[in-house]
């Protein structure tokens, strides 16, 4: 009763933070695949997302991978990347703070600095047409029209079209960062980050354990199938073998023992038989 009402909560709450900590692995992971030698800026970049954008640091990055992999086949790499990739992100914070929408929203029609899509942020009221597009390039010194552009340029004047366009909104979540809304966010946040980390120690402390079990186990799954297959000698429901292969599962059977209770022991345990006649 009480034990249970005590005991089940507390272990919920473990599992909850082992697996925001197994995510933030995997986010780490893409992080260091999307920008390289240049991970650890973002890193250091998103260790005050909460205060700053409020997103959790895994969010944060998250968007910031997504945006860096959408760049590199565009030839955004490097430094100009982590630039774009992690001020794209601030971006859609203060945009959705500024304008009262999720912040996935505003992620997805930032998306179109990459992508060229104008619908999602004409719905947010930045006209990215063609002709605008054409029209700040000449007025800011491009040179160029987009039809004469390569896809990076391209990229990088949607870039800097969009940063102007949403010169109002920037900043916007610290300067609103004491309001009620803003402050539970930041307070939900704050209580995920805590249970990721207490996650990550309890990986650090049950990973070895699980790994001794799992080795148990695969003996014991050695075991089993040896088991199986003697008993489909005796029985006859194995179609050939006879005699020889009913010695063959013994073998089989005697040998899986012997690691298995080796694996339980934590030392060999040599098997002493007999020798055949």
């Known amino acids: 009763g009480l034990t249970a009402a005590v005991t089940v909560p507390v272990a919920a709450a473990g599992v909850a933070a082992v697996k925001l900590a197994s995510d933030m692995d995997e986010t780490m992971n893409k992080i260091g695949e999307t920008f390289g030698e240049n991970q650890q800026a973002v890193v250091a970049w998103s260790n005050s997302s909460i205060e700053s954008m409020g997103l959790a640091q895994q969010s944060a990055l998250d968007a910031a991978a997504l945006f860096g992999d959408m760049g590199v086949g ?8 982590v630039e774009m990739s992690t001020s794209l992100v601030q971006l859609a914070a203060d945009m959705a703070s500024f304008k009262n929408v999720s912040v996935e929203r505003a992620q997805t029609a930032l998306a179109g600095v990459y992508t060229g899509e104008t619908e999602a942020l004409k719905s947010l009221g930045i006209v990215m047409t063609q002709s605008a597009l054409d029209s700040y390039a000449l007025a800011n010194g491009y040179g160029k029209v987009t039809a004469k552009m390569s896809e990076a340029e391209k990229v990088a004047l949607r870039y800097k079209f969009v940063q102007d366009q949403l010169s109002l909104a920037s900043g916007d979540f610290i300067r609103t960062a004491d309001g009620w809304a803003n402050q539970v966010r930041v307070l939900k946040l704050q209580f995920d ?7 990550q120690g309890l990986i650090n402390v049950l990973t070895p354990v699980i790994q001794v079990i799992n080795r148990i186990i695969s003996k014991l799954m050695s075991l089993a199938n040896a088991f199986k297959a003697f008993t489909e000698m005796v029985t006859g429901k ?22 298995a209770g080796a694996a339980a022991g934590g030392q060999e345990v040599p098997l002493k038989r007999p020798p055949r006649t």
Not at 74 to 81: E, K, L, T
Not at 193 to 199: D, E, N, R
């Open 193 to 199: 980050s805590l249970k990721a980390t207490i996650g």
């Open 74 to 81: 565009m030839g955004i790499v490097g430094q100009q990347s």
């Open 238 to 259: 194995k179609g050939s073998g006879g005699a020889s292969a009913a010695a063959a599962g013994m073998e089989a059977v005697a040998q899986a023992a012997d690691k």
